[in-house]
């Protein structure tokens, strides 16, 4: 019988189970994939409060400092890299949104100043010359994604975390004092006193197992990534409108995303790229640092983002089953996932959050905008 | 610009492709050949480019009086193909992209035929990656297409027809072989003389170029492998190693030593699934066949509707045989598009499946010569590099694997293998038989995941000109 069990291998759920071990439980984490495999190895990797919804900039800020630490706490670390954050502006409908959007942000405490052109290309001398603003973060930065479950399950097997793949969960049966998970193919079930769902985009299934309707919507956001390249560019760049993440890693690859959309679905996964959605995506990064057009595209993939309909985090008790627990569906959830799974696992082990959770029952029965 | 309507999208000029346009388009389809090259042929036919004279010794080659035969047939029957263009993606409906000449092209065919052939492998060891070292296919191509030699002394290793065809190719050209270093037995090529009993002219070829090495006195060392290379003063030196039935290297400290300027090496062919891994295909092992195949029925159809795979790419089974695996594969997308009733349809596939049967014979024993051994795998020293793109060594792979990747996808993350611009093309087979190593087995270790570009393009091909307002800049994230 454990402690817990987290369904779901990724930031979210990895970061949740090695706390909680790390407060004195018995924990296995189960994915039906491999660990980090999904959204959270998948990612851009982007570290920036730029694309961060303003109310998570708190959140946002202490998990930045843990994945720039993370060598120190899971083990192993992700390349997390502190470089500038800069959001352009190439319009004047473009200021106006830099503006308004630097403004709700640094009401949340992220340190962003609106500077001018001169100052951004200082920053960044790469810049296409046709801009007119900038949003500056000194807080910025980004991962290599691909490493995370690397570095978790390496903390997590010296947590003493069971982490189990290649497991996939088909319903979990809830008693009062415990709950079995039961796997699909055969494989024994498991017991533990509490579980959590950590499941990304699938979280909207995983609720529907312990009779809880929560609509749960299905970003596919497509990825770029160039071959090694001369350094081109330095800092993390988005655009005014968020649809723009840019940077480079320290090996000479470029990664293009910011959430154009491609095809696919929760139970196809990502599907294929659409094709409009990449020539949109290539103009606006080789428009941003013009040298980037030179650049060769080394391969193109799909990540699914979750999204609730206050387009706000869930994370919490399940309403109406006890000690049963939900995390996810945080935009950026990336850059905050690890500081998310520490307070899920700090109200889990009965301590106070350092930040308040965002309680799942006000999601119950709310339909998603547009649906 | 909306994809141009075509019934039979052929991708690949080789044997396998040309033929398979020709067929397709004798029963009526409207057909489209495309090749990243000049003109068609493929590897095995390949055609000189631009600019460049056949060699005097080159022009009496079965091979180039076979490609230019069907070069000549494909413009009689006005097959239109689309030469020098790169196809970079494909979309789940079967839409092409391509890059060429003009510009970004589109077409969006009924049926596709991929008869993209083959990557050569090449069993890593210290000094593969130095400059002076190609692969035997590589070797073929300087030699059939340009008439160039590797080097002028040139150490020929690995497995299978193409060591003796590359040596004596470097010595019709005028080159000197230093040693040919096989990692077949005598008894291993004996094996195969059945199957040639029904290729008499290549078995003629061959005893030919047995002879021609003999006459030159060019040491042929059987179950020999290279241990390392080095660069040493303006050349390389070139260490060799006995190795066992298996591929295993074997302690013994006579094996000799040459010098060389060049070295030409491959271990066999693997199966090009780029885009059947890209449509997401199912695939099986199947080490005779040369690694990952798409599952095919016997006409080239796969499990995506409308997919075929025809040639080598289908699995090794050489160039004779390609040409009827083409056939079978129009004919089946000829009869599956409604152009061609069931009845002619099974006369045609009867006599094709028969002649492909006899020519795949001789391909398929050579295929075996090829195949991955496992105890050259299992040889490979901790700190070789494996992926060449970005520089992954044999540790670093077992080192992923103990800490936990149980599968291609997870150690491509972990360690960046198969993440270079060549998408696991080059190291993709070995990396999986080093990861079979660790769970069991290469259906366990299972495959890359198939991703686009299927070849690098830049962002200023595929971005074509543009100004600001031209990029549709979907509404702004939720604050």
């Known amino acids: 019988m454990y402690d817990a069990i987290v369904v779901g291998g990724g930031v979210m759920g990895c970061s949740t189970a090695l706390h909680l071990a790390r407060g004195g439980m018995h924990v296995a984490v189960v994915d039906r994939g491999a660990l980090c495999r999904e959204a959270s190895g998948v990612n851009a990797g982007t570290l920036t409060l730029h694309m961060t919804r303003a109310a998570l900039v708190p959140y946002a800020m202490r998990a930045w400092q843990m994945w720039m630490d993370a060598d120190k706490w899971l083990g192993m670390g992700v390349l997390a890299t502190h470089v500038p954050g800069l959001t352009l502006a190439f319009t004047e409908a473009e200021c106006e949104l830099v503006e308004l959007r630097a403004a709700a942000r640094r009401a949340q405490g992220a340190p962003i100043e609106v500077i001018t052109p001169e100052r951004a290309r200082q920053i960044e001398p790469g810049l296409h010359p046709g801009l007119l603003k900038a949003g500056y973060c000194e807080i910025d930065g980004f991962a290599s994604a691909y490493l995370t479950g690397r570095a978790f399950g390496h903390a997590l097997k010296r947590a003493g975390v069971d982490v189990i793949e290649n497991a996939p969960v088909e319903a979990i049966d809830s008693g009062d004092a415990s709950h079995v998970v039961r796997f699909a193919g055969g494989r024994e079930p498991l017991r533990a006193k509490r579980v959590v769902l950590a499941g990304g985009v699938w979280i909207e299934p995983m609720l529907a197992w312990l009779g809880v309707d929560i609509p749960i919507k299905v970003l596919v956001n497509q990825l770029i990534v160039t071959e090694r390249i001369r350094p081109v560019m330095r800092s993390v760049l988005s655009v005014a409108n968020g649809l723009l993440s840019l940077k480079q890693f320290a090996n000479g690859t470029v990664l293009i995303g910011g959430g154009w959309q491609g095809e696919g679905d929760r139970e196809r996964g990502g599907v294929e790229a659409r094709p409009q959605n990449l020539v949109g995506n290539m103009r606006l990064a080789a428009y941003a640092v013009p040298a980037l057009a030179e650049a060769r595209i080394a391969r193109i993939w799909l990540g699914l983002e979750a999204e609730t309909a206050d387009a706000l985090p869930i994370i919490g008790d399940v309403p109406g089953v006890a000690n049963a627990y939900v995390i996810g569906s945080a935009h950026s959830g990336y850059t905050s996932g690890p500081f998310m799974g520490r307070i899920m696992a700090q109200h889990i082990l009965g301590q106070t959050p350092d930040l308040p959770l965002f309680e799942p029952t006000r999601l119950v029965g709310m339909t998603m905008p547009g649906a | ?479």
């Open chain 2, 1 to 479: 610009m909306s994809p141009q309507p075509v019934d039979a999208l052929v991708i690949g000029a080789g044997p396998a492709g040309a033929r398979a346009a020709l067929r397709a388009q004798a029963c009526g389809l409207d057909v489209l050949l495309v090749d990243e090259n000049h003109d068609a042929g493929g590897q095995v036919w390949r055609p000189i480019p631009p600019g460049f004279a056949r060699a005097p010794s080159g022009a009496t080659s079965p091979e180039a009086r076979d490609g230019d035969a069907l070069r000549a047939e494909l413009r009689r029957a006005s097959v239109r193909c689309l030469f020098g263009h790169k196809l970079w993606n494909i979309g789940t409906n079967l839409r092409a992209d391509l890059i060429g000449p003009e510009g970004s092209v589109s077409w969006q065919p009924r049926a596709l035929i991929v008869a993209t052939g083959t990557t050569e492998r090449v069993v890593p060891f210290p000094g593969w990656t130095l400059p002076g070292v190609i692969g035997l296919a590589a070797a073929t191509i300087l030699l059939k297409s340009q008439n160039m030699l590797p080097g002028h002394r040139t150490v020929v290793a690995g497995a299978g027809p193409l060591l003796l065809a590359v040596a004596t190719g470097i010595l019709k050209a005028g080159g000197e072989v230093a040693a040919v270093l096989d990692l077949a037995s005598p008894g291993d090529w004996l094996r195969t003389l059945p199957s040639l009993a029904s290729r008499p002219d290549l078995l003629w070829q061959g005893l030919q170029w047995q002879a021609r090495l003999r006459a030159a006195g060019v040491p042929v060392l059987y179950r020999h492998g290279i241990r390392s290379v080095e660069a040493a003063g303006s050349g390389l030196e070139v260490r060799t190693q006995r190795v066992d039935a298996d591929g295993q290297p074997t302690v013994d400290a006579t094996a000799p030593v040459f010098a060389a300027d060049a070295v030409t090496v491959g271990h066999g062919l693997v199966p090009g699934t780029d885009i059947t891994r890209l449509l997401r295909a199912r695939h099986r092992y199947a080490v005779e066949l040369g690694g990952w195949v798409a599952e095919a029925d016997a006409d080239g159809r796969t499990s995506v509707a409308g997919l075929y795979v025809a040639g080598d790419g289908a699995g090794i089974a050489g160039a004779a045989a390609a040409g009827a695996h083409g056939e079978l594969a129009a004919l089946a997308c000829a009869h599956d598009l409604g152009r061609l009733d069931a009845t002619t349809h099974a006369r045609e596939r009867d006599r094709l499946q028969s002649s492909w049967r006899r020519s795949a014979r001789f391909g398929h024993a050579m295929g075996s010569l090829m195949a991955l051994r496992d105890g050259a795998v299992a040889g490979i020293a901790p700190d070789t590099v494996v992926c060449r793109c970005e520089d992954v060594t044999r540790a670093e792979i077992d080192a992923a694997a103990r800490d936990g990747a149980r599968d291609m996808n997870q150690l491509k993350a972990w360690t960046r293998c198969g993440m270079g611009p060549c998408q696991g093309r080059s190291c993709g087979d070995v990396a999986g038989a080093l990861l079979a190593l660790h769970v069991g087995s290469r259906e366990a270790a299972g495959c890359f995941t198939g991703r686009a570009p299927l070849r690098p393009v830049s962002l200023a091909e595929v971005a074509g000109e543009y100004t600001y307002a031209d990029i549709p800049i979907p509404k702004a994230a939720p604050l």
